[in-house]
């Protein structure tokens, strides 16, 4: 419809004032907003979620017209939390608020792509091969000039538009030559998370495992789930809700822009501040979570673990050394492996922490019957005696009833203190090497060295036990755990350990200001601070931790 009448008539058109001319009524012609009314219009509210592995998950009215998303926005009906913590509400984030935009985007793609010179040659290779698929897929993996055409140059696009039926042939191809030539193990594929799609997980695992391929887990295939998580605790991240963030009493962000990545739960982290929760920000760059801070700690990129090994100094020296926090150290022998012991072994002339001291190795299994290679041992403060603590990993299969951690022995029944450290118990001090990586050059100057030997000797207390039927020096967790941060303690003074937070010794705050660039006081400020919380309120102290640590090499050990 065309309004030129109505433009060139707009001076001529009568108005009727009202309300003392604060208002005005006009004859104009207001069909214009029925483009509008139409953009907004709707047949029906359907509820969803945004199903592109968001850890959000939240809940969006969705509203569809002639069977197409026209928009959406923010449920509002979360069930109320208890009374002492905020609501959920509100949730959603923009990428949520345009996510149909994503939806109708002319560059989504909705067909199969190729490399051009790899879709060139297996057309090429199928005519020869007669129409065999797997013929054609062995000739170009048996030139090494048609197999390197195509990998060399990934990286740089050069996709084109395949169809369904050719590209399914060529991964069925692809996945028999395998197979035969190398087995089926060496088909290794990974399917989109269950948040994403629970039917794709689902196909494509099923087809991995029935095929005798390995399925990858989401925690060795993204970079932003930690594999130092199953790594070190042996369960994937098990972590409470982000409600749980208001209850915090100081708060770490460490490498997690909370405010862009987690908007939906960033008001528990901004409502947390309000009742005097201390922030402490890490991130290189001054990030939208770098505002929040109370503090904020700024290390070069890559550089993560060394701070992270200075605060630990820090923490073990004021809290578990020098003034025993009764909490953490409870804690340690309760529900840590702290007090387990550790095979020494002789390595090129020097001993060298080996692996954990199980049931299995003593005469007898020590008597248990189930799994005794996969139970730890300690000694118990009590009465000196090695002893097997209930709920380490060889009780959760065929044991009922025995997988909680507790301070009890497995057999009796009894109550033991599981000792965390032989100092003073010791029958031998011996020098242990620990591998030090962070005095290599960098190639590029990028990181800052800070030289030392490739293997660093300190010394440990010790006690002997009979082995698999040979005199074995071992040591507990917590002791290796104190030399190899550098921490210098009554009778075990020596080379590459610390007194003071001064002194350039791995892995003290000094040390690490040369490598990351943040200074030792604000380092020592607040790893003190971090534990001095935890140990008042009895835990309640909360590192989030983010992506961005992942993102690197040897991130199994930045995340630790």
Known sequence: MSYFIDRISYFSQSREEFSNGHGVTTEENRAWENAYRDRWAHDKVVRSTHGVNCTGSCSW??????????????QTDYPRTRPDLPNHEPRGCSRGAS????IYAANRLKYPMVRKRLLKLWREAKKAADSD?????????ENPGHRASYLEVRGRGGFVRAEWDEVNEIIAAANIHTIKEHGPDRVIGFSPIPAMSMVSYAAGSRYLSLLGGVCMSFYDWYCDLPPSSPQTWGEQTDVPESADWYNSGFIIMWG??????RTPDAHFMTEARYKGTQIVTITPDYSEASKFGDIW????QGTDAALGMAMGHVILREFHLDNTSEY???????????????????????YVPGRMVRASDFSGNLDEKNNPEWKTVCFD??????TVPAGSIGFRWGEEGKWNIMPADAKSGKDIRPRKTLLGVQDDILKVGFPYFAGAEHEHGYFQNSAREDILDRNIPVRYLELNGKKTPVASVFDLLCANYGLARKGLDGEHVASGYDEEIPYTPKWQEKITGVKADKVVQVARAFAKNADVTKGKSMIIIGAAMNHWYHMDMNYR
């Open 61 to 74: 009215k969705i509203y569809v017209k002639n069977g197409l998303i026209t928009w959406e926005t923010q």
């Open 99 to 102: 996510y149909s935009w994503y």
């Open 133 to 141: 698929p797997v013929k054609a897929w062995k000739s170009i993996q």
């Open 256 to 261: 997690s822009n909370v405010p862009q990545t």
């Open 297 to 300: 700690l700024n290390p070069r």
């Open 328 to 350: 953490f150290d409870e804690y340690c022998r309760t529900y840590t492996d702290m007090p387990f012991l550790v095979k020494l072994e002789k390595r090129d002339g020097r």
């Open 381 to 386: 403060e009590n009465t000196d005696n090695i």
